[in-house]
């Protein structure tokens, strides 16, 4: 019931993007989020089972936030942070809804040529390459 006050709220204020922040397996409760109004979910991490593709499959008119797996950083074959990338997000930028990113904050593990990397193939795709990261090379 709380839920549906803040959608309200945010649609009497022409706000049309409602988010929740959640963590772990997620997808199941994507469906009462949409019966509350909510419309967009963060962060689908993959490696409590979500899979971002089949949520878009499953909930068409819901906004994804993030979903990319943030422990390809950790990766030094810049190789698998391209198959992370180019297998799930150019099919979800073509259907629109989708904010492109990792589940939650980036490991201290991570590699900074790997995240860079892994920044710059993200704006390449959505078509952004003036973007900050450029700034850092």
Not at 2 to 22: N, P, Q, T
Not at 71 to 81: A, E, F, K, P
């Amino acid at each position: 019931p709380h839920y549906r006050e803040i959608v309200a709220f945010a649609r009497e204020h022409r706000i049309d993007l409602v988010l929740v922040d959640s963590d772990g397996y997620t997808e199941g409760v994507v469906p009462l989020l949409e019966e509350a109004g909510i419309n967009c979910l963060q962060a689908f991490e993959p490696r409590a089972g979500n899979d971002i593709l089949r949520v878009r499959a499953r909930h068409p008119h819901f906004v994804i936030w993030g979903g990319l797996d943030k422990y390809v950083m950790d990766q030094t074959d810049l190789q698998v942070i391209d198959q992370e990338i180019d297998r799930q997000v150019p099919a979800l930028l073509a259907h629109s809804g989708y904010f492109p990113g990792i589940d939650h904050g980036l490991p201290p593990t991570s590699h900074y040529r790997s995240y860079l990397h892994f920044m710059l193939r993200l704006h390449e795709l959505t078509r952004n390459p003036q973007g900050a990261f450029w700034q850092h090379l």
